[in-house]
């Protein structure tokens, strides 16, 4: 059975990035505990904004054929789908380019 196309496209992306992406995926972990946070908020960042640049790479070659045809309203959907992939491996990538207040 042939891989679903998002699945794909995160995991080619993921390994022509290899080393970029374990980074990011043991900053991730570390980036859990509320005690790291603060120490590792410059280099996630960092290594985040790379990251998440080429997964919206990954999401734009997705959908890039889908926007221009009938099917744009599943383009969102198969978005969708793909972010919650990457959700599995970098929980906190959202939290990358948020800016924190420190108190």
Not at 10 to 35: G, H, R, V
Not at 54 to 80: I, P, T, W
């Amino acid at each position: 059975m042939s891989q679903v196309r998002y699945k794909k496209i995160f995991e080619d992306t993921w390994k022509s990035n290899e080393k970029l992406f374990q980074k990011f995926f043991l900053l991730n972990s570390e980036y859990i505990d509320p005690k790291n946070r603060q120490h590792l908020e410059q280099e996630f960042q960092e290594v985040g904004k790379k990251v998440q640049n080429l997964l919206k790479e990954g999401e734009n070659e997705l959908c890039r054929h889908m926007e221009k045809s009938e099917h744009r309203v599943f383009s969102s959907k198969l978005a969708d789908k793909y972010w919650d992939e990457v959700r599995k491996y970098f929980k906190y990538i959202d939290l990358v380019g948020v800016v924190t207040r420190r108190a």
